[in-house]
Every structure is written in C-alpha cells, then in structure tokens.
C-alpha cells in the first residue's frame, strides 16, 4: 500500500510532538511530509511543491479559531486532499459546524481515544462526517434532546392551537419585533390591530383564567418558550 503522504498543522510544539507520536507508532500507513505551526508555513509547504494526500488540521492556531476553518476552506476548494480535522476545540460546537460547511471530512477531539488509525483510513477511503466517540456521543445527545423538542412542540401546538402564524408572532416577539414591525412582515399579512387581538387571544389560551390579567409582551414570550412553542436556541427573523 502507498504511504498516506500528510501534513500536520498544529501550533503547539508539544502537541504537535505527540500528533507525531501518535502517527509514528499507531499509524504506520502516514508518511509524514512536512509540519507547520502556522497558516503562513503550511501555505509555504503547498506553494512549495507539497503534494499530501491528506492534512491533519487542528483549529486554534495563533490563538485564532478561524485560522484552521479558512485553511481548510481554501484547500478543499482547489484541492481534493482530505482535510481531517484534529482538535482540543471540546466545546465550541459551533466551530465544528463551520469546519465542516469548509469541507472537513472529519472532526477528531483531543480527548478519550484521540487519533486512531481506523479514523485516518476511512476518511482516506472516501467516507465523509468521520468522527471520534466524543464527537459522537455530543451529536447523539443533540439529537435525542431536538426529537423531544420537536415532540413536545407538536403536542403544544396541538393543546393550545396555535398556527404557522401564532408561532411566527411569537418568535418575532421574542426577537424584539414591535407589532407595527412584524405587520410588515410578507409572512404576517396582519394589521398591528389584528396583531394586538392575536396577542389577546394568545394570552386566554396559554395561561390559566386567574393569571391572564396584566401578561405583558415578555411574559407572553417567556410562556411560549416554557410550553415549547418557539425554541431560543433556534430563532430566526423572516424575511
């Protein structure tokens, strides 16, 4: 089998010597062609007549989080080396996503069994959204945690009767839309008056008889957050 020429862009010396540990005594198929602890060397390295078969990125170099997702955006749009991402970037999810909008064919963290040999051959075996169990274990959880949103959203929509149109109110509410903006809305064709009945009726069929009086716009919003007819984490103006 030909060597898995490669790249290593890390910007810590010590991490970058156990990166090359890691390859030397776990993954034998790397052939390690050259490093670099900055995106001006590793530009160096490519304009210089580099030619790897894969990089194995990390993020954080300089201090910059967005060093490595512009390393990686750049190569996979000229290039059709495999970008494999390794990095000790543990919470910011974000990042991830960027990385792999960039192109990334996988996402490794620097933690629990770090970098395998099982990880590298399948990213060069053409698979995409390779990922360590840590990486793993953080998507099931979003996906678990979003089905029971998506379910207790249904069954609220349901209880309390609320259309595309009440859940549009709200969340322009919680955005900070006045009435009069969100009137002007292409999606809302209602008058600020019909806006302000909406909110009226909102009012009677989220809270309990003896709460209704004095709900204000904040409250309103914070009830539709609680019964999950909008989500914080997920809100968006129309256009």
């Known amino acids: 089998m030909e060597k898995i020429k490669t790249i290593v862009v890390e910007d810590v010396s010590l991490e970058l010597k156990g990166t090359l540990s890691i390859i030397r005594n776990d993954i034998p198929e790397i052939e390690v062609i050259g490093t670099a ?4 060397e590793f530009w160096a ?14 993020l954080g170099l300089g201090g910059s989080t967005t ?14 080396v495999k970008v494999l991402v390794f990095t000790g ?17 996988g996402i490794v963290l620097k933690t629990g069994e770090l970098l395998t ?29 979003a089905v029971t949103d998506e379910k207790l959203k249904r069954s609220a929509s349901i209880e309390y009767e609320i259309d595309e149109y009440d859940e549009r109110f709200l969340r ?16 809302m064709p209602f008058s600020s008056k019909s806006l302000e009945k909406r909110q009226a ?10 709460e209704q009086r004095g709900v204000n ?23």
């Not at 322009?172 to 903006?181: S, V």
């Not at 009726?201 to 003896?210: H, V, Y």
Request: glycine share 6%.
């Open 37 to 40: 602890q900055t995106e001006r």
């Open 45 to 58: 390295l490519m304009d210089g007549g580099a030619q790897p078969d894969l990089v194995l990125l990390d």
């Open 67 to 80: 060093v490595g997702v512009d390393i990686c955006r750049k190569l996979t749009q000229k290039s059709s």
């Open 89 to 105: 970037e543990l919470l910011n999810e974000k990042l991830w996503a960027d990385v792999l909008d960039a192109g990334a064919h």
């Open 117 to 145: 040999r099982s990880e590298v051959m399948d990213v060069m075996s053409g698979k995409r959204y390779v990922f360590n169990q840590p990486v793993l274990d953080k998507l099931v959880e979003r996906f678990r945690q």
């Open 172 to 187: 322009h509410l919680a955005l900070g839309y006045t009435k009069d903006m969100i009137s002007e809305l292409r999606t």
């Open 201 to 210: 009726d909102l009012i009677s069929r989220l809270f309990p008889e003896g």
């Open 217 to 239: 716009v904040t409250r309103l919003v914070v009830r539709a957050i609680e019964l999950h007819i909008i989500d914080p984490s997920n809100l968006e103006a129309d256009e």
